[in-house]
């Protein structure tokens, strides 16, 4: 059967990588990229697929049932790839309903409608994209594996747990068949500067006060978000349906000695003096509830399916720093669009 794959939130910093991958990989699919462009959602991420011949983008808000349904059935999609969320802790914070409405909600549009609409079942999949946060915090020692019990604790997180219980309930129920991955902290390019790393970045090139929550000393195991997209690709293809894969990148940092690295790769590229942008570093008010520590155990995602991380740390922190600092016309149209009254307020002290 001819594949009409829909991907949503495929104009975000993740979505953006994976329709690229399916486009350029699977010429013979139908790539049906469907984002509402919030804040997050940027054509620009995806505009070098814009005259590629499988690929097409349509405005949608996932929220938007009516919209959504005629979509599915026009396009007459066949699996879904579901990216499409409200993705940032702090916003989730202080402003949880979109959170409640795009993540669990939405999701569930998208699960009704493959239970009203795929009538043989075994021929789809809806593979659902969720995070390690669902798990909850981490101790100094141990890491997640798919057996580990869900304790969410940020709206953000719970929202996403809410939806993955969704998923396996209309697996469980209906029979739709699903797969699922949980994915520890991305980084690479296009991604929104109000996430660490290209906040950092950006920061760094303006020399702007660096704000490092609390003592620094969270934990946060970090994955290129291509080898993200691989593993997403070789989840949809060979992964089993009904299990869930835990994607890590068996690379903790504490955020401190990651800033601090990111600020030695800035001072080399920027050819300031050694030592320089370290001066940034200011220590605030810590995040409300912040998780002490996400470590994925991505063993079974290697065993089973032979997929492990491509590239190390290092090198794709000096790639990612290389790509902000080549696009700086792509991160200054978003810190001076919309986004730029949220910036200023919570990242600045313009
Ligand atoms: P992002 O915020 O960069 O992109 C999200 C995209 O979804 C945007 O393009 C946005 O416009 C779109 N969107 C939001 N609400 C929508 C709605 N109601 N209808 C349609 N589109 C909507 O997020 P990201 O970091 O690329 O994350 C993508 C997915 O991966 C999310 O489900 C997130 O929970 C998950 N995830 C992210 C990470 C990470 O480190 N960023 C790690 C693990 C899992
Ligand atoms: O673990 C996967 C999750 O990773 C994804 O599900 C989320 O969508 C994604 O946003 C990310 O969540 P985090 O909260 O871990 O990412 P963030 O980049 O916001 O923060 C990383 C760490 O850095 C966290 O411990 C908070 C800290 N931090 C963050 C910002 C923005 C700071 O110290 N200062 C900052 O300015």
């Not at 001819?2 to 010429?27: C, E, W």
Request: include cysteine; aromatic fraction near 12%; charge should be negative.
């Amino acid at each position: 059967m001819a594949k009409n794959i829909l991907i949503t939130g495929g104009a975000g910093f993740i979505g953006s990588h994976v329709v690229r991958l399916f486009v350029n990989q699977y010429p013979d699919y139908r790539i049906i990229n469907l984002d509402s462009l919030t804040y997050a959602g940027n054509l620009e991420n995806i505009k070098d697929l814009e005259n590629a011949a499988n690929y097409s983008f349509v405005k949608c808000d996932i929220r938007d049932t009516a919209a959504l349904e005629a979509i599915f059935l026009k396009e007459n999609i066949t699996d879904i790839i579901h990216l499409a969320a409200e993705s940032h802790v702090d916003r989730s914070i202080s402003g949880p309903m979109d959170f409640i409405t795009t993540n669990i909600v939405g999701t569930a549009n998208l699960l009704d409608l493959a239970r009203t609409h795929w009538k043989n079942k075994e021929e789809h999949v809806f593979y659902h994209i969720s995070t390690d946060e669902v798990y909850g915090s981490l101790g100094a020692e141990g890491f997640f594996t798919e057996t580990t019990a869900y304790d969410p604790k940020s709206p953000y997180s719970a929202s996403k747990a809410s939806s993955d219980h969704l998923v396996n309930a209309y697996a469980h129920t209906y029979g739709i068949p699903v797969k699922m991955s949980n994915c520890s902290n991305n980084y690479g390019s296009h991604q929104f500067p109000e996430k660490l790393i290209p906040l950092m970045i950006n920061n760094i090139r303006h020399n702007k006060p660096l704000p490092v929550y609390g003592t620094g000393e969270n934990v946060r195991d970090w994955l290129w978000v291509e080898d993200h997209a691989k593993a997403i690709d070789v989840i949809f293809h060979k992964g089993k349906v009904g299990e869930t894969y835990n994607i890590g990148g068996w690379n903790e940092w504490t955020n401190i000695d990651l800033v601090k690295l990111l600020c030695q790769i800035m001072d080399t590229k920027l050819e300031r003096e050694k030592g320089t942008s370290e001066q940034l570093i200011t220590y605030v008010t810590d995040r409300a509830g912040h998780d002490m520590r996400y470590a994925i155990d991505a063993s079974k995602i290697k065993t089973n399916l032979g997929w492990e991380p491509s590239i190390q740390f290092e090198e794709g922190l000096e790639k990612t720093v290389s790509w902000y600092l080549a696009n700086e016309k792509w991160i200054d149209a978003i810190t001076s669009g919309s986004y730029k009254d949220y910036y200023l307020q919570h990242y600045s002290e313009e």
